[in-house]
């Protein structure tokens, strides 16, 4: 299905009104009175790349002889198929992630958007993501994009040394990443996000440092610093077991990551994640999604998702992968109509502990009232305000708790999973002896 040129025409003029405007406050809260069972942000998989990089475990394919076409209509049927099933009747955001996204045709884009509003409320204003390349994504197909409907993008620079790009098997150069970036921010100004890889083999703080700051005069409003996993099957993990590459040194990546949220600190850039960095507002609410617990289909092979199957009359959040490789996937939508793989309803418990783990990965941190809408009865005072060893972190002045929520400090942030290891225990240990205080307080 191609979009007609009306329908592309009010794609464009929806990217152009989204890019006037932030659409998050000063929290990162989306602006929305809907309620959150029936809103959600959605995920869409494209499963191809140009070439594996070294590093990725992804679920991805090199493409032999692919039809666009049907994976097209395939998309297209899962994302109503999947829509009508949640009961969902307003998307707040859109990401195409891959894979290589970027890689697709901009009809591929258009079409599945123009699905996602025929069947849901998707605002003029939503936030709509595409993953780039800079090899993929030369400045004219980058404002095709933005034709069909693309607001924002998201570059893979992962590094401006043309050593550690071929290390990491990318197929783009220093001074390729650098264009793009320029031409992006033409096209999308104040609305692209750079990606800067940390913890390399071999790598030395001053030098990426020196990256960082190359990139902070050349980047837009949004940078992710990442540190690289070495992950089994991968090609870097077989050089670093044969003894081919050094191993990553933690300690010296403890040291990047630390430096570098200082850099960016001074540079105007809020840490709103841990991973994350912002300024004038530029922060990602589909992300902030994901981090807030709110509900998020997953569309295309090997996508995860997680929401109310309320259109089939459930009422407990289930977290569904879809079937991982294409040619399967497809398969399934054609005859089921979606290509759900594996579908796992959550406990209560389990959700509690993905509100606390994602959400003290922002600044934010967990608000009493979003606790509350969670578990109403058992408040955070109640699980973690006469902990001796939450005590302690908070003597540390590694985490705060007050009138406003459970939240990590600025050094806390940095050691979130080492923080963990207290509270999720002790959130467990409270769940299972839970005789919620009759006042909420302190």
């Known amino acids: 299905m191609v979009p007609s040129r009306a329908r592309i025409g009010r794609w464009v003029a929806a990217a152009r009104a989204a890019q006037k405007r932030p659409r998050v406050d000063s929290l990162g809260q989306p602006r929305s009175s809907e309620p959150a069972s029936t809103r959600a942000a959605l995920y869409v998989h494209w499963p191809y790349c140009e070439k594996r990089c070294s590093y990725c475990n992804f679920n991805k394919y090199i493409p032999r002889g692919v039809e666009e076409g049907a994976l097209r209509d395939c998309l297209v049927t899962e994302a109503r198929t999947l829509l009508r099933l949640s009961g969902v009747q307003r998307v707040e955001s859109v990401f195409f992630g891959g894979g290589t996204p970027s890689l697709a045709s901009p009809h591929t884009v258009a079409a599945v958007l123009e699905a996602v509003a025929q069947e849901a409320h998707l605002p003029a204003d939503s936030e ?59 096209l999308f100004p104040g609305r692209v996000s750079v990606d800067l890889m940390l913890g390399l083999p071999a790598q030395n703080v001053k030098p990426w440092l020196q990256q960082l700051q190359k990139l902070l005069y050349h980047c837009d409003d949004h940078l992710s610093l990442y540190q690289l996993t070495l992950e089994r099957g991968t090609s870097l993990f077989a050089q670093v077991q044969r003894g081919t590459l050094p191993a990553p040194d933690p300690d010296l990546a403890a040291e990047m990551y630390q430096q570098g949220r200082m850099v960016l600190r001074d540079a105007g850039f809020r840490q709103y994640e841990v991973s994350n960095f912002s300024r004038n507002g530029a922060l990602s609410t589909h992300n902030w999604t994901y981090w807030q617990c709110g509900q998020y289909l997953g569309i295309g092979p090997g996508a995860h998702g997680q929401f109310v199957p309320r259109g089939a009359g459930g009422h407990a959040r289930e977290a569904r992968i879809q079937t991982l490789e294409p040619d399967n996937w497809m398969k399934e939508v054609m005859l089921f109509g979606h290509g759900t793989r594996k579908c796992v309803p959550l406990s209560k418990l389990e959700l509690l502990e993905e509100v606390l783990a994602m959400g003290l990965r922002t600044d934010v941190g967990v608000t009493h009232q979003h ?24 003597a540390q002045g590694l985490l705060l708790l007050d009138h406003r929520g459970l939240r990590c400090s600025w050094e806390g942030l940095a050691v979130l999973d080492s923080l963990l290891l207290t509270l999720l225990p002790q959130l467990q240990e409270a769940w299972h002896l839970r005789t919620p205080s009759p006042v909420s307080g302190g």
């Open 371 to 394: 606790w509350q809408q969670f578990e109403p009865q058992l408040t955070l005072w109640d699980v973690f305000g006469a902990s001796r060893e939450v005590k302690e972190l908070l």
């Open 128 to 186: 709509v993501t595409l993953e780039a390349n800079p090899t993929s994504a030369p400045g004219s197909r980058l404002a095709a994009f933005g034709a069909a409907g693309i607001n924002r993008l998201s570059i893979g620079v992962q590094s401006l040394d043309d050593t550690e790009l071929q290390l990491l098997g990318r197929t783009h150069s220093a001074s390729d990443a650098l264009q793009t970036l320029a031409e992006a921010r033409r």
